[in-house]
Nanobody, 131 residues
Framework: QVQLVESGGGLVQAGDSLRLSCAGSGRTFENYAMGWFRQAPGKEREFVAAINWNGNNTFYASSVRGRFTISRDNVKNTWYLQMNSLKPADTAVYFC????????????????????????WGQGTQVTVSS
């Protein structure tokens, strides 16, 4: 059974940091771009960050650029989202997703749309930032 499992969420104060992890199992995702999305209560799911298959190209939503960093460890089949300077507006359930197509060299809006259409999604981890 192929699974993506997020972890690392929690309750923090504004200005704090968290690192989310997304662990893949059941198959390797080392050749696939990965992304993070989030969904706040009453809002649509939105893109946060994406990373290409070998980790040398990244793409961020403007709301998190400069504060969040996406990375990956293909040996561990795990991907990360380092979140610094957290704000109450970052409160949401965070999801990871795997791209549908391998060896995507760069990530951009095209990759975001491909991630959204993927069948490989995690169950989400809650991040709550208090003011």
């Amino acid at each position: 059974q192929v699974q993506l499992v997020e972890s690392g969420g929690g309750l923090v104060q504004a200005g704090d940091s968290l690192r989310l992890s997304c662990a893949g199992s059941g198959r390797t995702f080392e050749n696939y771009a990965m992304g993070w999305f989030r969904q706040a209560p009453g809002k649509e799911r939105e893109f946060v960050a994406a990373i290409n298959w070998n980790g040398n190209n990244t793409f961020y939503a403007s709301s998190v650029r400069g504060r969040f960093t996406i990375s990956r460890d293909n040996v561990k089949n795990t991907w990360y989202l380092q979140m610094n300077s957290l704000k109450p507006a970052d409160t949401a359930v965070y999801f990871c997703a795997a791209d549908r197509f391998p060896y995507r060299p760069t990530v951009s809006e095209t990759a975001v749309q491909s991630l959204k259409a993927s069948k490989y999604w995690g169950q989400g981890t809650q991040v709550t930032v208090s003011s």
